[in-house]
């Protein structure tokens, strides 16, 4: 008998083959590091939940830099943990706030690194919320306004990119002209478009010290069951002068990233969020997952459904493994 088939194991025969067929690639270019940076001296904290991620003092910079650019990474994005806060997270807009000092140190030190800067309040507030609060509510237009001042104060300080997270309707519209008006026209936003309410945030909210004090964020970040919300959102940011869009968390969330990949001419960045590592790394230590293997197939997974930057905290040990690999 005569069988009719497909032989799609041709072109798996070899290592070689399966590399000359490869439709995805990770790249060190692909990846943007986060960076805790903590107002004070000679810090250096291991996040207990997140191993290998640390908070890190400006005194402790120069060597976290160094080995950065030793690995090949060309981007990070800066998180900030001031000393003091207060209901308006003050620390968040201030000429000398922790991201603006770490800003104006990358800069004189390793320019060439680009350097996106996180534009939120929450780990300066004293409720822990991205915005201002009356009551347990968060105001959204009062809010813009501290939004548009940070971002505008952390492009006075040299970053290359804003990247607005705190889900505020129209902040990609009021930073985009409040940038504009003090005459950074040509500093792109980076916008936290289709941001999920999600459960694997827990590990960042220890690394950054922003936890919210009351109640939660669902108010202002997105349901986790929904699809459809995920193209208004995204619409939104578009008309209103997004040059990037995220999409957060990225594993339980790739159906999402093709989607907006898939009808939104921009580029699309994945933040593979704390939780994810931490579960990975959990797994890894405890000798139930080989580490580099699930990393790099996780990764690639989001290059896969669409990414064109993945934000990532292995970033690090990835670039390290590929480079192995080659």
């Not at 869009?245 to 989607?259: A, H």
């Not at 669409?306 to 292995?314: F, H, K, P, R, S």
């Amino acid at each position: 008998m005569e069988l009719q088939f497909s032989r799609h194991r041709k072109l798996r025969s070899s290592a070689n083959m399966r590399a000359l067929v490869r439709e995805n690639h990770l790249r060190a270019e692909d990846f943007i590091y986060p960076l805790f940076i903590y107002e004070g001296e000679n810090v250096r904290n291991e996040v207990s939940s997140m191993p290998g991620v640390f908070q890190v003092s400006l005194d402790h910079l120069q060597a976290e830099m160094e080995d950065i650019v030793a690995h090949g990474i060309k981007s990070v994005l800066l998180f900030g943990i001031p000393k003091t806060k207060d209901a308006c997270g003050e620390q968040a807009y201030h000429d000398h706030g922790i991201v603006q000092e770490a800003t104006r140190f990358i800069k004189e030190k390793f320019p060439e690194i680009i350097i996106v800067a996180d534009t939120c309040l929450c780990e300066y507030t004293d409720h822990g919320h991205c915005g201002v609060v009356k009551g347990e509510q968060i105001l959204n237009d009062q809010s813009l306004e501290l939004l548009v001042k940070t971002a505008v104060a952390q492009a006075k300080a040299g970053a290359d990119i804003i990247a607005p997270s705190n889900m505020m309707d129209g902040f990609v519209a009021a930073i985009r002209a409040g940038l504009d008006e003090a005459g950074f026209t040509e500093i792109p936003i980076m916008s936290y478009a289709v941001k999920y309410a999600s459960a694997f945030y827990g590990p960042f909210r220890e690394a950054a010290e922003g936890a919210p004090q009351f109640g939660d964020r669902k108010t202002y970040q997105m349901d986790p069951a929904n699809r459809m919300e995920a193209f208004r959102e995204a619409e939104s940011d578009v008309a209103e002068g997004a040059d990037f869009l995220i999409i957060k968390p990225g594993m339980p969330y790739l159906d999402i990233v093709r989607d907006v990949k898939n009808n939104f001419n921009l580029p699309v960045v994945v933040y593979n969020v704390s939780g994810e590592y931490s579960m990975v790394k959990a797994a890894a230590l405890n000798g139930w997952i080989d580490e580099k293997k699930t990393v790099l197939e996780m990764l690639i997974g989001m290059k896969r459904a669409g990414a064109d930057l993945i934000i990532t905290y292995a970033a690090k040990d990835a670039i390290r493994w590929l480079k192995e690999d080659e």
